[in-house]
């Protein structure tokens, strides 16, 4: 028995709640927790004080909330840029996009370049490479760049008479996001304990999401990665770069999906002083 107009009019209206509910539902997933979420709950009370006003016939109530309803649609979209593209991003970054998206592995090129000349000027340096786990609230504890990746940023950026120095630099794709950010302290202890901070740093972050890092002691100018909860030192240019390339592969795999971590390797001092 074929639909009838109604009928196929009633599936429609079904459909089109279920995307509005879904698309407003991934949007307050991606704003949680940034500042774009407190302007978008105040946008929501504008638009129900908006509602009642007009139900309950108040018409100067219903033109202050109409007239500000415009104005703050026009100021959330001004002065929060960075995180609607971080949102649009996100969306891009879905598994059914994947044959748009930008090859990430360029970035692996100049983090290994990065690395070998913080390695070479004895600067210290922590870079954290997002994957599949958003890192929104890390990047919130830092200062936001949105900039080209680059190894002649990086290494900028870590330069000792630089503000931002002393913290981690968050990379998304081909992007900087942030530089200066805290990052949680693994509190593992089997690591050695004459690892600094910033070595714990980059192990921490790495048992809280599935994110790697990438961090270079100033000391011993050794560069290691962290993966999961596993810290591999003393890596030259060629394992820097196999590794990430291989960890950065397994991207869109299934976050639980097993797998056998490398074996961590023991050293004597590796990050002694080192400061996250």
């Not at 913080?118 to 870079?127: K, P, S």
Request: with cysteine.
């Amino acid at each position: 028995m074929p639909f009838s107009p109604v009928h196929r009019l009633w599936i429609l209206d079904v459909v089109d709640v279920l995307l509005v509910a879904v698309l407003f539902y991934r949007l307050l997933v991606l704003v949680r927790g940034t500042r774009a979420a407190q302007m978008f709950v105040g946008l929501v009370v504008i638009v129900v004080v908006s509602f009642f006003a007009r139900w309950f016939h108040l018409v100067t109530v219903d033109y202050i909330a109409t007239s500000l309803r415009t104005v703050w649609l026009i100021t959330f979209v001004i002065l929060f840029q960075p995180e609607l593209r971080h949102v649009l991003s996100e969306f891009g970054r879905t598994r059914y996009f994947r044959f748009l998206r930008v090859n990430e592995y360029g970035t692996i090129g100049e983090v290994v370049r990065a690395a070998e000349e913080l390695a070479e000027r004895r600067n210290g340096g922590l870079i954290v490479i997002e994957r599949n786990q958003g890192l929104r609230n890390f990047v919130e504890t830092g200062t936001r760049l949105d900039a080209k990746a680059t190894a002649e940023l990086m290494v900028t950026l870590f330069s000792p008479g630089s503000p931002l120095h002393d913290g981690a630099l968050v990379v998304r794709g081909d992007q900087v996001v942030a530089a200066g950010c805290i990052l949680p302290l693994s509190q593992n202890s089997r690591l050695s304990p004459v690892l600094g901070t910033r070595h714990r740093a980059a192990v921490g972050i790495t048992e809280e999401t599935d994110a790697v890092s990438v961090v270079v002691s100033e000391h011993s100018r050794a560069i290691s990665i962290a993966y999961r909860g596993v810290l591999r030192e003393r890596l030259d240019e060629g394992e820097l770069r196999s590794e990430l390339v291989r960890v950065l592969r397994i991207r869109d795999e299934e976050p639980d999906k097993p797998e056998a971590p490398p074996a961590p390797t023991p050293i004597a001092a590796a990050g002694s002083g080192d400061s996250a």
